[in-house]
């Protein structure tokens, strides 16, 4: 079983920056994808970035040049640097991992983490 706890979610004035960590527990093999996702009030959660055990990225449109994701792989720990945050970026930010054991994928959530920017 494999557990994801979120944090570093926080108030920010637009402009500012925050650091959000998901630290994974238990088997995350050695081919996984990592990813954060983010929902806003009255939105499907979208895909904010992803990043897959051989470092290679993928950003959502509104996010690139703003946000970077990386992972510390010694620390089963993924990043997510957010700078230059907008009111838009308000939501709660979820930590996802696809895990892939004897080729088997299994998909598993935490528990989400809230950032608010205000204008």
């Known amino acids: 079983q494999v557990q994801l706890v979120e944090s570093g979610g926080d108030s920010v004035q637009a402009g500012g920056s925050l650091r959000l960590s998901c630290v994974a527990s238990?088997?995350?093999?050695?081919?996984?994808?990592m990813a954060w996702y983010r929902q806003a009030p009255g939105k499907q959660r979208e895909l904010v970035a992803l990043?897959?055990?051989?470092?290679?990225?993928n950003y959502a449109d509104s996010v690139k040049g703003r946000f970077t994701i990386f992972r510390a792989n010694a620390k089963n720990t993924v990043y997510l640097q957010m700078n230059s945050l907008k009111p838009e970026d308000t939501a709660v930010y979820y930590c996802?991992?696809?895990?892939?054991?004897?080729?088997?994928?299994?998909?598993?959530w935490g528990q989400g983490t809230q950032v608010t920017v205000s204008s």
């Open positions: 996802n991992a696809v895990i892939i054991v004897s080729g088997v994928a299994r998909g598993y």
């Open positions: 238990g088997n995350i093999g050695s081919g996984n994808v």
């Open positions: 990043i897959n055990s051989g470092g290679s990225t």
